[in-house]
C-alpha cells in the first residue's frame, strides 16, 4: 500500500535511484540569492527546488512512523514548536529502518542500482544526512512560500474557504460526538440489561436450590459436554474478533494518514502540472494517475465488502451460541421440573407410611424405608451439588455472551468509521478527478497561449495553491488534536464507568454468595423439615378415621345435590312444556285470525255485490220515472183532445172508433201506470231494507276490524311476552346450565379429594380392622382367662385379687377407649352438619346474587337504551350543524370569490387606463429598452463587440438602421433557443435511461423480496409441523408418567394389605396372592419406566432435533431479514437520489423553460411593436 502510495505521489520520478538524488539536492543547496534578480530566473528556480523537495519526500514517506506524525507535512520555521518537534524526531536516538524490501544506496553505488549491500550503520548515516537535507530544503521552501505569500494579491477568498472548511469539519465532530453518545448510552442499556439478566440468574439460583431431583447424571454429563463444545465455539468467535480487531486497527492506522497523503497528492498534481509546461506533460502519465486512483478505489471497495462479509458471519454465529444457550436453558428447565416432579413423588411416598407404632403389629417395612429415605438424600444432595456446578458454568457462559455481544457493539461502531471514511475516500478522489480535469484544461489553454504571461499566471495560481494547502494542514492538525483530546476524555469516561462497573459486579457477587449462604441455611431447614414429616407420619393414621367419616358426609351431600338437581330438572321440563302450550296456543289463535280474515274478506265481497246491485235498480228507477213521466205527458195531450173529440163525434163514426181505440190504450196505460206505482213502491221498499243491510253490515264490519286490532294487539302481546319468558327462560338455562358446571367441577374436585381420601381410609380401615381383630382375639383370650379365673378364684381367692385387680383395670382401659371413639363419632357428625348448614347459606347467598344482577341488568338495559337515545339525537343535531356550516362556509366562499372577481375586475381596468395612456408615451423608452437589453443578452455568450452610443440608432432618429439591428438580435435569440432545446433534450434523454435503469433494480429486488417472503412461509410451515409433533410426544410421556404413578399407587397400597394380612393367622395364601400381585405389579412398573425411558430420550432426541432446525431456521430468517432491511435501505437511498436528481433537472428544466418562455414573449412584444411602429411610420411618408 505504501509503494503505491508512492507511486501515486510522484509516478514520473520514481525511477530515479536514490543515489542521483541525494546528488541532486547535495548540488543544488545553495543560499537564498541577497541581490534582486529577474522574476523569471526566481520562479524557475522555485519550481526545481519544490519539485527536488517533493522528489526527496516521497523517498522518506516509506516509513509508517513517518506517515503516522502529521507534523512531516507541515512547513514551519526554524524557531516554531513544529521544527523543534521535528528536530527532536529526525534526532540520532530514534534512527529510521527501511522496509524489509527496500535498500538504501550509498554514493559509491552505480546509478542504475548493482552493488554491495550496506551496513546498519552506514544506512542510519545516510538517513540522518537526507533528514538534514530535507529539513534545509523545508525551511528554504518556507521563506520562499512566505515571499510569495506576500506578493499575492487576494487572501480575502482564502480565508474564506477556511472558514468553509471549518465549519464543515466542525460539523463533522458534532456528528461524531452525537455518535460517541450514542455509543455510551448503547453500552449503559448492555449494563442495565447484564444486571437484570443476573438478577434473573440468582432468582433461578434460589428457585433451583429449593428443587430437588434424582436421576439426572447422564443428562448432565451431556449438558457438560455441550457446554465444553461451546466454550470452544466461544473461544473460536472470540479468535474471529480478534483478528477483526487487528484488521480494523491497521485499517485506521491506515486511513490517518491518507488523509494527509491526500492533500500531498493534490500538492503533487498541480505542481506537477505547473512543472509540465517545462517537462512537457504527457496525456499517458494523467492516464496512468487515473489508473491508480481507480485501483486504489477498487482496493477500498473490496476491504469494505471483505469487512461486511465478516460482521455478517460473526452475526450469524453470534445467533447460533444464542439459540444453543438457550437450547441449554430449556434442557435445564426440563431438568428442573422433572426434579420438581420427583420431589412431590418423595414427599407422596413419604405421606403413605408402611409402618405405624401404634397398630400394635411388627414394622416389617419401616428398615426398607428407612434405607429408601437416606437413599433419596444422598441422590438428592449430589443433584444439588451437580445444579450448582451448572448453574456457575452457566454464568460463566452468559457472561462471555455479554462480552461478545459488547465486542460486537462496538464493531459494528468501527464498521460504521470505517464506512464514513471509505465514503470520505470516495468524494476525495471524486474532488481529485474534478482538479485533474481542470487542470489539463487549464494546461490546454496554457499550451494553445504559449505566451510568458500565460505561464506566470499559472506559477501565481500554483503558489497560491500552496499557500491554501499549507493552511488548510495547519487546521487539520488543530482539528486533530482536537480530536484526539476529545477521543482521550472519553476514553477517560469509559474507564470510570468500567470501574464503577466492575465495583457493581463486586457488590452482585456479595449478595450472589449471601444468598448462596441463605440457601443453604434453608436447605438445613428443610432438612430438618423432612424428619418433623417423618415424625408426623404417625399422626396420619388418625386423621384416616376423620377422611372416613367426611367421606360418608359427602355421599349424603352428594345425594342432596343429586335429588335438589333431579327437582330443578323437573320445573326446567315444566317450563319446557308450559312453552309448547302456549305455542299450541298462539297456533290457534292465529288459525282463528286466519279465518276471521278470510270471512272479513267474503263480506267485503258481498258487499261490493250489494252495492253493485243497488246501482242497478238506482238506474232501473230513474229509467221507470223517465217512462212515467213520459206517460202523464200523454194523458195530458189526451185529456186535451178529448172534448174535441166529443164534438166531432156526431158528425163522423171514423174519430169514434179512433176514440174507442184511444180510451182502451188509456185503459191499458192507467193499468200500467199502477202497476209501475206498485213496482215502486215495492222497489222503494227493497232500496230501504237494502240501505238498512248495508248500514247493518257496516256497523258489523267496523266491530270486525276493531276486533281484529284487538286480536292483533293481544297476538303483539302475547308474541313480546313469549319472548321475554323465552329470554329468561334461556337466560335461566345458561345459569342452570353454568351452576350445574360448577357444581359438577365443584363436586367432581370433591369426589377426587375424597376418592382419595377414601382409598387412604380404606387402608387405613383395613389397618385398623387388623387391629380390631387382635384386640377381639385379645378380648377372647381375656375373657377365658377370666372364666379361668372365677373357676379358680373360689379355691384360691386369696393367691388370685391381685391379678384380677389387673384385669379389671385393662377392661376399664378398654371400655375408656370405645368411650372415646363413640365422642369422635359424635363430633365428626356436628361437624358435617354445620358443613351443610354453611352449604344452605351459600345457594341462598348464590340466589340473592341472581336477584340482583337480574336487577342490574334490567336497570342497564335500560340506561342503554337512554343512551342509545340520547345518542340518535345528538348525531341528528351534529348532522344539523355541520350542514349549516357547510352552507356558511359555501356562501362564504362565494362571496369571497365575487369580492376578489370585482376587485380584479378594477385592478384590470384600472391597469388598462394606463396602459392605454401610457403607451403613446413609453413606445421609444420601451423600444431602447429592449434593444438594450437584448444586446446584454447576446454579449454574455458571444464575442459580440458593443457599440459606442454615439452610434447606437434610436427610434426617433434613425428607425430603419433600428429595425436592422433588432431583428439581428431577434435572429440570434432564437439560434440561442434552438440551442437550449437541443440541450434540454439531450438531458431528458439521458434522465429517461436513468429512469429505466432504476426501474429495472427496482423490479429485481422486489422479485427477491417476493422469494424471500416464500422461503419464510415455507419455514413456518415447518416449524408449525415440528410443534405439533412435540405436543404429541409430549402427550405420550404425560400418558406414561401417570401410568407409572398409579402403579406404584398399586403397589404400596397391596403392599399395604399384604402387611395387614401377614399378621392375621390363617392367612397365607393370601398374602402369597398379595405377594404375587406385587411382583406382578414390580414387573408391569419395570416395563412403564423402560417405556417411559425410552419415550424420554425420543422426545428429547427429537427436540433436539426440532431444536436445531428451528435455530437454523430462525438463523435463515435473521439473514433474510437483514438482508432485506439493506436492500431496502438500498432502494431508499436510490429512490432518494434518483428524487433528487429529478427534482434537480426538473428546476433546471422549469427554469429554462420560463426563460424560452419570456423571451418567446418578448420577441412577440418586439414583434408586435415593430409592426405598430411600421404601420405609424407609414402614414407618416405618405
Known sequence: MMNELDSYINPKHTRKSNYQLNNQIR??????????????????????????????????????????????????????????????????????????????????????????????????????????????????????????????????????????????????????????????????????????????????????????????????????????????????????????????????????????????????????????????????????????????????????????????????????????????????????????????????????????????????????????????????????????????????????????????STKNSEKDKLQDQVSNLKSKVMDLQDELEQDAREFEKIQQAGNISLHDQAADEVREELNMYRDKSASALLNLEKRQKEIDELNAELDDRDATFNE????????????????????????????????????????????????????????????????????????????????????????????LAAEVHEKDQQITELSAELDELEQRESNRSTVNEQVIAKLKQVRTFSPLCLIFADGNSLPRKKLNGTKSELNELSVRHESCLSELKFLKDKHEELQSRHSEIE??????????????????????????????????????????????????????????????????????????????????????????????????????????????????????????????????????????????????????????????????????????????????????????????????????????ELTSDHLQLNKFEHQYKDQISERNTLLLTIYQYLEKLLSSGSNHRRISSAQDAKPFTNFTVFHENIINRLKNLGTMQSGFETKIQEVEKKLEKQYASLKRQHDTRMRQLDQFETTIKAATDTQRQWRARMTTKQGEVDAAKETCSELQKQISSLKTRASIAGTSPGSSTEHRQALAKVVHLEKKLAATQNQLKLTEEKFNEAKLKVASVEASWLARLKELQDRNKELEEKVKREKR?????????????????DQIASSDHRSKQLEDLLTTHQQNLQPQRK
Not at 522528489?55 to 502529521?70: C, E, G, V
Not at 448453574?391 to 457462559?397: A, G, P, R, S
Not at 367419616?549 to 320445573?571: F, G, I, V
Not at 437520489?1137 to 423553460?1153: H, I, T
Open 27 to 408: 548540488n543544488r543547496q545553495q543560499p537564498l540569492p541577497s541581490n534582486s534578480q529577474s522574476r523569471a530566473n526566481s520562479n524557475q528556480h522555485l519550481t526545481t527546488i519544490t519539485r527536488q523537495s517533493q522528489n526527496h519526500a516521497n523517498i522518506t514517506q516509506q516509513d509508517d512512523s513517518f506517515l503516522n506524525d502529521p507534523a512531516a507535512f507541515i512547513i514551519s520555521p526554524h524557531n516554531s514548536p513544529e521544527a523543534s518537534r521535528l528536530a527532536r524526531y529526525n534526532s540520532s536516538d530514534n534512527p529510521r529502518k527501511p522496509l524489509p524490501g527496500q535498500r538504501i544506496l550509498n554514493s559509491g553505488d552505480p546509478p542504475r542500482g548493482g552493488g554491495n549491500h550496506l551496513t546498519l550503520r552506514e544506512q542510519e548515516k545516510a538517513i540522518d544526512e537526507v533528514k538534514k537535507d530535507n529539513f534545509n530544503l523545508k525551511l528554504k521552501i518556507y521563506f520562499l512560500e512566505d515571499r510569495l505569500a506576500k506578493l499575492a494579491p487576494d487572501q480575502v477568498d482564502l480565508a474564506l474557504k477556511e472558514n468553509v472548511e471549518i465549519k464543515v469539519e466542525f460539523q463533522t465532530v458534532r456528528q461524531e460526538l452525537k455518535r460517541y453518545k450514542r455509543l455510551l448510552l448503547e453500552a449503559e442499556r448492555a449494563i442495565e440489561l447484564a444486571k437484570t439478566e443476573r438478577d434473573e440468574l440468582l432468582e433461578q439460583k434460589t428457585l433451583s436450590a429449593e428443587r430437588t431431583s434424582s436421576g439426572l447424571q447422564a443428562e448432565v454429563k451431556k449438558a457438560r459436554d455441550e457446554v465444553a463444545t461451546k466454550d470452544k465455539s466461544i473461544q473460536n468467535l472470540e479468535s474471529e474478533l480478534q483478528r477483526l480487531k487487528d484488521h480494523l486497527e491497521r485499517v485506521s492506522s491506515k486511513d490517518s494518514p491518507s488523509k494527509i497523503v491526500s492533500s500531498h497528492a493534490r500538492n503533487h498534481t498541480r505542481q506537477s502540472i505547473s512543472n509540465q509546461s517545462v517537462d512537457d506533460w504527457s496525456n499517458q502519465e494523467h492516464l496512468t494517475e487515473i489508473k491508480n486512483l481507480k485501483n486504489e478505489l477498487a482496493e477500498e471497495r473490496q476491504q469494505k465488502e471483505e469487512l461486511l462479509g465478516d460482521n455478517q458471519d460473526l452475526r450469524y454465529q453470534l445467533t447460533e451460541t444464542k439459540n444453543a444457550l438457550q437450547d441449554t436453558q430449556d434442557q435445564l428447565e426440563e431438568r428442573d421440573n422433572r426434579s420438581h416432579h420427583i420431589s412431590r413423588a418423595q414427599s407422596r411416598f413419604q405421606e403413605d407410611p408402611n409402618d405405624y407404632p401404634s397398630s400394635g403389629r411388627k414394622p416389617t417395612g419401616g428398615i426398607t424405608n428407612q434405607t429408601m429415605v437416606k437413599e433419596f438424600k444422598r441422590e438428592i444432595e449430589d443433584l444439588e451439588r451437580q445444579l450448582r456446578e451448572l448453574e456457575n458454568e452457566n454464568v460463566e457462559l452468559r457472561s462471555q455472551v455479554n462480552a461478545q455481544v459488547k465486542m460486537l
Open 504 to 595: 457493581e459486579v463486586q457488590k452482585i457477587t456479595r449478595q450472589h454468595n449471601r444468598e448462596l449462604d441463605a440457601v443453604k441455611a434453608q436447605r438445613d431447614e428443610l432438612q430438618q423439615a423432612i424428619h418433623e414429616r417423618e415424625d408426623q407420619i404417625a399422626e396420619l393414621s388418625d386423621r384416616l378415621r376423620e377422611v372416613i367419616n367426611l367421606q360418608a358426609e359427602t355421599d349424603k351431600s352428594l345425594r342432596e345435590t343429586r335429588s335438589k338437581l333431579k327437582e330443578k330438572e323437573k320445573d326446567y321440563n315444566s317450563i319446557l312444556q308450559d312453552l309448547e302450550v302456549a305455542q299450541t296456543d298462539l297456533k290457534e289463535i292465529g288459525a282463528g285470525n286466519r279465518e
Open 699 to 900: 256497523e258489523r264490519r267496523k266491530k270486525e276490524s276493531d276486533l281484529k286490532r284487538r286480536l292483533e294487539r293481544e297476538f303483539d302481546d302475547l308474541e313480546r311476552e313469549l319472548r321475554g319468558t323465552r329470554e329468561k327462560m334461556d337466560l335461566q338455562a345458561i345459569a342452570f346450565k353454568k351452576e350445574k358446571r360448577e357444581l359438577q367441577s365443584s363436586f367432581q374436585l370433591a369426589l377426587d379429594s375424597k376418592q382419595k381420601a377414601l382409598a387412604q381410609a380404606e387402608s387405613d380401615l383395613d389397618n385398623l380392622q387388623g387391629k380390631l381383630e387382635v384386640r377381639e382375639e385379645d378380648i377372647e383370650k381375656l375373657e377365658t382367662m377370666l372364666k379361668r379365673l372365677e373357676s379358680e378364684s373360689n379355691q384360691f381367692n386369696q393367691s388370685q385379687s391381685h391379678d384380677k385387680f389387673s384385669l379389671e383395670l385393662e377392661v376399664e382401659r378398654i371400655q375408656r377407649d370405645l368411650l372415646h371413639s363413640t365422642q369422635e363419632t359424635q363430633t365428626y357428625k356436628d361437624q358435617n352438619v354445620s358443613l351443610q348448614k354453611q352449604i344452605s347459606k351459600f345457594q341462598a347467598a348464590i340466589a340473592n346474587l341472581k336477584s340482583e344482577k337480574d336487577e342490574l341488568s334490567d336497570k342497564l338495559l335500560g340506561v342503554q337504551r337512554a343512551r342509545d337515545s340520547l345518542n340518535e339525537k345528538y348525531e341528528e343535531q351534529t348532522k344539523n350543524l355541520r350542514e349549516t356550516q357547510n352552507n356558511l362556509s359555501v356562501n362564504k366562499n362565494q362571496l369571497q370569490s365575487l369580492e376578489d
Open 1137 to 1153: 437520489s434518483a428524487k433528487e436528481r429529478k427534482a434537480d433537472l426538473d428546476l433546471q428544466v422549469s427554469g429554462l423553460k
